[in-house]
């Protein structure tokens, strides 16, 4: 159904940017996180012991001192759950893909440091703890590879039972032409860029609890999750339990970014111990087990080469990736989840016609990694963004010069990529204008001319533009084998007999805003306000199956659910009403909690009373085709994958004694497509450039040689505070999208897509003088200082643009 | 993340502290703001048998001037130090430095003995007191004695306290007319610990620096004092060439070391700006640093 | 088992006598033993800032500090910010302004906000992004919060000149 | 983690390795060595407190020795668990050429730590296994020397340390220092 740009007026509720209906608990302190849940009586805890080795035969547990300390109730081994829980496998069936088994807890061989080989269950977390200390594990160290070259080595050791090498996951694919363009083309630039592992690091980190209740065996897990059915489906899978039986709820969530879109081994055992012990079962990840077990993400090398005409004109890239994927995939996504879409997303907002690619996904001894915010694309778009630049520069060009000759233009959509993704609409020229116009490009460009040292700074300016595949649904999960994943969503609208609607919807939300933005919907299409409209969430009791909260597919697809099942309920209620006044349903208007005739107000009922006889509670009776209740429930998947786009200006300084960057001015231009919301919009886009340049400047989880994480702390592991980021411009372009209910289209991951390739780009420019490169994260000053060279800060007084 | 048991003590004063200390023999650690010592617990990094919390200990909060010197008590928050006119007064460098130990609730807790005793290597307030020459007050069961500032850091979290002594109080010579101060630091993000940090005094007469005082941190496991860099400013007038040539030679016979936050190839390089950085503030602004 | 120790301190506006543990964590005696959720821990070691409360009028990191230690003190969360009716006029502002998104860290930054309002009433925004940097927040990218403690310091100071003329 | 390096002793070769094969020298030179525990002819078990201000941990070590050939070289390996605290491993080939009236030490370590010393407290390991290896070496140094016991030796950082390590990181140097520890132990198994 393609959206009506004329279906919203005046009164409605969609685009406005109301303050969020979430807010009020959270500013009390009221908020219901994880750990914030009256746990029942009897609770127990548990903490893991965790690997202290990247590679190695677990040779002995030794539980019995734990088994014997004070408070412990209960201590269980890789061995003693085997058999008891499956292993979790994402077994995607697509060519090139080698599955692996991860037991819950290691049996007979742990592959990175902190995989759980034990689990100790007590009275509280601190006795807990106490007796965690006192499990033994007897250990035959076995080499471990750290990165994509140690695991691909020809000494490599195989660190999966049953696979032909390390490589889980391979794909290539080439457009007819590309070998020829590239023969033929005038100019190549190619580098090869290396991104760095990082840690999620939601400021809640993980946690779950159960409560088995056995008269019916049943029981509930809550669980600060982003997946709750897949993890009902799975702890049904992998335990052997009436799915039915089982309710899994995700509270308040503090975060998710990618890291809480895994089932966990600790959901799968807590549910376990549960039914087991026949008692509550509590765990909660502190920040050293985070930083060591979450998955973690964006660990690639793009060796990319792009081929341009003299004059510009991109005519086509090859691109190589490898990613390390850790230990292993994880679930549901599995193991090409990264390898794959790094590959599809590069072609990015141009008009390109040729390209080819080979992917891998690589498993090594570190932790295994996931679907890290907007995945694999800031990486993809750090490479051709850079490159794009490296050319410029080589063919006397502006930056912005050739981003304009290659960008797609209105007269390019709708446009179907090098890879066969279909752009609709966008609005990417006009984004990388008002974009450059905002930044005052043309103004700083001009200053810079005459220096780049100013105030004692070096002065910088870059961009990118950004696509963003957002709301993905089900025929792009079954195209990629990611069967485990189903790709739709349901909600379930119901008005009350009080005129009331409450939206049981099968996503959760993480601070997005969808208690407050699909109660926007809702209240839209039944002329309610916002107060009269509760939205429910993340809880598998109530409303349908769905898939969950990530890759940008929110409004999308929980979004479009809502309005399609609104739109139903609206019809039964003009249709009532039209029954009841006697007059056309199709001539009714809903607003202001009311029904009227259109162009009157004279007749006209309450929304209240529509419902009263919906319920049988008024004299009036419904229309004979209509039964009782006002509700409806609806399943939404999108007809095609819409894609969001955006620019992003970033204007750095950098100090040149001591390499701090700073970055004094940010502006995105940026379309996802018709808003929801602008308030909630805005605060997407900068949470997510903020968390992107956090990782382009200081953000690294690094490893030792022998796959020690050794940034396992937050004074090691360095997240960007209020005073590295930037105050942030944004501004709305609304492109909306054909292929999806209501015109929407995703939010969420583009603005790490865009900081990356912009700050980076910005960096580079401010150091021009210097002749360097930037091919490696993070831009720490110690990078920078290197970058610069010999250069001291005394002789910079005489730098200019070459 | 829940520390191991200890057993608690809260004396009211500080014979009493330190006679429980002696007692543990090495076992019991003294708890001043806890803002370093409680991650340590948290993680059980250590494990020790007794904290002795000294926030109850009579007389340990004070700040007084006497005579020539500005005594802080180990007790005193960092915070308290940060607004107290006393020693905005008698000692600008230390006010101007407090902004860089941490943000306010840690400042708020934190206390000056606190940070001095930890002896961290990237610690600010261990080159504010090697560059101001304080004097620390150790008292153990027998005796108090004194440990001037440069003897008392020997190396990572390490000090000339003995295992029975409490650090009670640190003294600050009080600065004198044409005394000039700086603080500054390089850090991997803004504001954040310090990777390299230069605390500074010098004196001038006139315009000529009768004496230089130059701290740094974070090079090694413990403050260093830079002589090169200061015989290099003695007797002269701070121009461009003097605060250049103090500053190359800043690096002179340091070791410098590596750890996860940057290469020793780092800190070398960044020494000599922070160091020609600290002396042109200091020449421009009696208050040091003009955060 | 080592000795527990009875404290009593106002929590709240509230009186209470406890005995505790020498090595309960002042995060953990709030939220565990007197339910009051709202103050957060997000890592256990003084960084992240979820944690803050204040204590005897000052902030201070509840994960760093041990509950055994406040007897005798003082100590407000964020529960005290708004116990019932409308939101305090910080709250409100981070409300108005979109400053929080999933709120696990909330209760940190309105504590700090409120104790750096008290002492710097006209900041700029450098200035509230120096204040608040002892917390992490993942999802807003900061741009929000400044924004929200700026306008609640401009409705601060208007309170204040509307009550003194 | 793998590291060359050399360095030298004012003493004769055979005097290097009757040092090294002085089992209460070696006790007494080795930082924090609390016991020795002697398994077989090739095999020991020793207990070594590492300590850093306040923190402290206790590694087990078991050590096993091959490729003698006295007076001139051989091979060692082992490990040191320190329960929760984490772990040490290391091997190292060491090999004494005379020089003169001095003897040039020339070994390969490979050595790690892991656990959770390694992971919160990375800065600190490189820092104490430096210290570690200053302190062991300026120990041996002296004992060879003839000067005098090891423990009346304060540690004054300003004395330039007698022996120098050359070589890369500091890391390196670190970790090659816990394996030092390692090698001091397994020169005990000689004597017997």
Redesign the interface.
Do not use: K
């Given at each position: 159904m393609a959206a009506d740009r004329d279906a919203g007026d005046e009164s409605g509720m969609i685009g406005r940017p109301l303050?969020?209906k979430?807010?009020?608990p959270?500013?009390?302190?009221?908020?219901?996180?994880i750990?914030?849940i009256?746990e029942p009586p009897g609770t127990l805890h548990a903490v893991f012991v965790m690997s202290?080795?990247?590679h190695a035969n677990v040779v002995a547990v030794d539980i019995a001192e734990a088994a014997q300390a004070?408070g412990v109730v209960a201590v269980y081994t890789g061995k003693d759950l085997a058999g008891r829980i499956k292993p979790i496998t994402a077994d995607i069936p697509q060519p090139g893909y080698q599955p692996v088994n991860r037991a819950v807890l290691a049996t007979d061989r742990v592959r990175f440091?902190g995989e759980a080989v034990a689990v100790v269950i007590a009275e509280n977390?601190?006795l807990a703890?106490?007796a965690a200390?006192l499990v033994r594990v007897d250990y035959e160290?076995l080499p471990s590879v750290i990165d994509v070259d140690q695991a691909t080595g020809p000494d490599a050791p195989r660190l999966h039972e049953g696979t032909r090498d390390n490589v889980l996951f391979q794909a290539s694919y080439r457009t007819a032409n590309v070998e020829t363009v590239f023969a033929s083309a005038d100019h190549i630039v190619r580098d090869t860029f290396q991104s760095h592992r990082l840690a999620v690091?939601?400021?809640?980190?993980r946690g779950c609890m159960a409560v088995y209740q056995r008269r019916n065996d049943s029981l509930t897990l809550w669980s600060s999750t982003q997946l709750p059915h897949t993890v009902r489906t799975a702890i049904a899978n992998l335990l052997d339990w009436d799915e039915t039986r089982l309710r899994v709820v995700a509270p308040?969530?503090?975060?998710g970014?990618g890291g809480k879109c895994s089932v966990y081994p600790e959901e799968l055992i807590v549910s376990f111990l549960a039914r087991e012990l026949n008692a509550p079962v509590k765990w909660i990840c502190?920040?050293?087990e985070d930083l060591?077990t979450t998955t973690q993400g964006r660990e690639y090398r793009f060796d990319v080469a792009l081929a341009f005409k003299r004059d510009g004109t991109l005519l086509g890239a090859k691109a190589k990736i490898d990613c390390n994927i850790g230990a292993y995939p994880s679930f549901p996504l599995g193991a090409s989840v990264e390898a794959g879409g790094a590959a599809i997303y590069l072609p990015g907002a141009y008009r390109m016609g040729e390209y080819a690619y080979e992917t891998r996904a690589i498993t090594t001894t570190t932790c295994p990694s996931g679907v890290y915010r907007a995945v694999a694309a800031p990486v993809a778009s750090l490479a051709t963004e850079s490159l794009m630049d490296r050319a410029a520069r080589e063919l006397g060009l502006d930056p912005a010069e050739i981003r304009r000759k290659n960008v797609l233009l209105p007269s390019d959509l709708p446009y179907t990529n090098a890879v066969g993704m279909r752009y609709s609409t966008g609005s990417f020229a006009t984004c990388l204008e008002r974009a450059l116009a905002h930044a005052d490009y043309v103004g700083f460009r001009r200053t810079q001319t005459d220096n780049r040292l100013r105030d004692g700074k070096l002065h910088g300016i870059g961009m990118a533009n950004v696509i963003e595949h957002t709301g993905q649904g089900t025929l792009r999960y079954r195209q990629r084998g990611i069967i485990y994943v189903p790709g739709f969503d349901g909600a379930q609208v119901k008005v009350e007999p009080n005129g009331r609607a409450i939206a049981w919807v099968s996503q959760c939300t993480?601070?997005?805003?969808h208690l407050t933005a699909f109660a926007q919907i809702v209240a839209h299409e039944l002329g309610l306000g916002m107060d009269d409209v509760t939205v429910i969430e993340g809880d598998t009791a109530f409303g349908p199956y769905g898939t969950g909260t990530f890759a940008s597919r929110g409004a999308v697809i929980a979004g479009g659910a809502t309005l399609r099942a609104s739109t139903r309920v609206a019809d039964k209620i003009r249709r009532i009403a039209g029954h009841a006044l006697n007059v056309s349903a199709g001539d009714l208007k809903l607003a202001d909690g009311r029904v009227y005739l259109s162009g009157t107000s004279e007749v006209s009922m309450s929304i209240r009373e529509v419902a009263a006889i919906a319920h049988s509670m008024d004299a009036r009776a419904l229309p004979e085709s209509d039964s009782f209740g006002l509700e409806a429930t609806e399943y939404y998947d999108p007809a095609a994958t819409p894609t969001s786009n955006a620019a992003h200006v970033a204007q750095v300084s950098i100090d040149p004694?001591?390499?701090?960057v700073?970055v004094v001015n940010y502006v995105v231009a940026h379309d996802c497509g018709r808003v929801i919301n602008p308030?909630?919009v805005?605060?997407q886009v900068?949470?997510?450039?903020?968390?992107g340049l956090s990782s382009v400047?200081?953000e690294a989880m690094?490893y030792?040689?022998?796959g020690?994480?050794?940034?396992?702390?937050?004074?090691?592991y360095?997240?960007?505070?209020?005073?590295?980021?930037p105050?942030?411009t944004v501004l709305h372009e609304e492109s909306w999208s054909p292929d999806t209910a209501g015109g929407f289209k995703g939010v969420g991951e583009g603005g790490v897509i865009g900081v990356l390739p912009a700050v980076a780009n910005a960096i580079a420019d401010a150091l021009v003088p210097f002749g360097c490169k930037i091919n490696r994260l993070p831009l720490?000053?110690?990078a920078i200082?290197?970058l610069m060279g010999s250069r001291?800060?005394?002789s910079l007084e005489d730098i200019h643009n070459p | 993340m829940k520390p191991s048991r200890f057993e608690y003590f809260s004396p009211a004063s500080t014979s009493e502290a330190v006679e429980i200390l002696a007692s543990y023999q090495g076992r019991a650690r003294l708890l001043a703001g806890g803002q370093s010592l409680v991650p340590l617990l948290n993680f059980r990094i250590i494990t020790p048998e007794a904290l002795i919390d000294l926030s109850r200990c009579r007389g340990l909060d004070e700040i007084r001037s006497e005579g020539s010197v500005l005594v802080l008590g180990s007790m005193v928050r960092q915070s308290t130090a940060e607004t107290s006119e006393i020693v905005r007064t008698c000692c600008p460098l230390i006010t101007a430095t407090m902004p860089f130990l941490g943000p306010s609730p840690i400042r708020n807790r934190g206390t000056i003995g606190g940070s001095l005793a930890h002896a961290d290597r990237v610690a600010e307030l261990p080159a504010v007191a090697v560059a101001l020459g304080a004097i620390m007050i150790a008292e153990g069961p027998k005796r108090r004695r004194e440990i001037p500032a440069r003897e008392f850091f020997l190396g990572d979290l390490t000090t000339a306290l003995a295992s029975e002594e409490m650090l009670r109080e640190v003294r600050f010579p009080i600065s004198s007319d044409g005394e000039r101060f700086a603080f500054v630091e390089a850090t991997n993000r803004h504001h954040d610990l310090a990777l390299v940090a230069v605390a500074l005094k010098l004196v001038l007469n006139a315009g000529r620096c009768e004496q230089a005082a130059i701290a740094v941190v974070g090079v090694g496991p413990k403050p260093l004092r830079l002589p090169a860099s200061e015989g290099c400013l003695v007797g002269k007038r701070l121009d461009a060439a003097t605060v250049l040539a103090a500053a190359q030679l800043s690096t002179e016979g340091i070791e410098f070391e590596s750890d996860v936050h940057t290469p020793a190839s780092y800190r070398r390089h960044v020494l000599p700006s922070l160091v020609e950085r600290a002396l042109r503030q200091a020449a421009s602004n009696a208050h040091g640093n003009d955060r | 088992m080592p000795q527990r120790h009875k404290i009593e301190l106002t929590v709240n506006g509230k009186k209470l006598q406890r005995l505790v543990e020498p090595r309960l964590l002042l995060s953990d005696f709030l939220r565990y033993e007197l339910r009051l959720t709202g103050t957060h821990v997000g890592c256990a070691h003084g960084v992240c800032g979820a944690c803050t409360v204040s204590i005897n009028g000052s902030t201070a990191r509840s994960c760093l500090t041990f509950a055994v230690q406040m007897d005798g003190a003082v100590i407000e969360t964020v529960e005290s910010l708004a116990p019932r009716g409308p939101l305090s006029l910080i709250q409100q502002a981070f409300h108005e302004h979109h400053a929080l998104q999933c709120g696990f860290c909330t209760p940190g930054f309105l504590l700090s906000t409120r104790e750096f309002l008290a002492r710097y009433p006209d900041p700029s925004d450098e200035t509230v992004r120096m204040a608040l940097r002892g917390h992490i927040c993942r999802c807003t990218g900061y741009v929000n919060i400044v924004r929200a403690v700026r306008a609640a310091a401009a409705k601060l100071k208007e309170e204040r000149t509307g009550h003194g003329s | 983690m793998k590291e060359s390096g050399e360095f030298r002793l004012r003493a004769s070769q055979a005097r290097v390795w009757d040092a090294l094969n002085d089992p209460e020298l070696l006790q007494r030179c080795i930082p924090g060595c609390e016991s020795v525990e002697r398994i077989s002819a090739v095999e020991l078990k020793a207990t070594i407190r590492s300590k850093v201000g306040p923190i402290s941990a206790t590694f087990r070590c078991d050590v096993r020795l091959s490729d003698l050939d006295p007076p001139n070289s051989y091979r060692i390996s082992g490990q040191g668990s320190g329960g929760a605290a984490g772990f040490a491993k290391g091997g190292a080939s060491l090999k004494l050429v005379p020089d003169g009236t001095n003897t040039q030490v020339l070994y390969d370590v490979d050595a790690s730590v892991g656990g959770k010393l390694a992971q919160i407290g990375a800065r600190l390991i490189d820092a104490t296994a430096k210290k570690f290896a200053d302190e062991f070496f300026r120990n041996l140094a002296n004992a060879v020397d003839g000067a005098q016991t090891p423990q009346s030796t304060p540690p004054v950082a300003e004395t330039t340390p007698p022996v120098s390590a050359r070589g890369g990181a500091r890391r390196a140097i670190a970790l090659a220092v816990l394996a030092t520890a390692i090698i001091a132990l397994a020169a005990y198994l000689l004597t017997r």
């Open positions: 303050p969020r979430e807010d009020d959270l500013l009390r302190g009221l908020g219901v996180f750990d914030d009256q202290t080795r990247a004070e440091v977390r601190y703890e106490d200390e160290e690091v939601a400021i809640e980190p308040d969530v503090g975060g970014f502190d920040r050293r060591m993480q601070g997005q805003g004694a001591t390499g701090l700073t308030l909630i805005e605060g900068h949470g997510a450039v903020v968390q400047l200081s690094r030792d040689e022998t020690q994480p050794i940034t396992v702390s937050l004074m090691d360095l997240i960007a505070t209020a005073a590295d980021a105050d942030i720490l000053p110690q200082v290197a001291s800060a005394g | - | - | -």
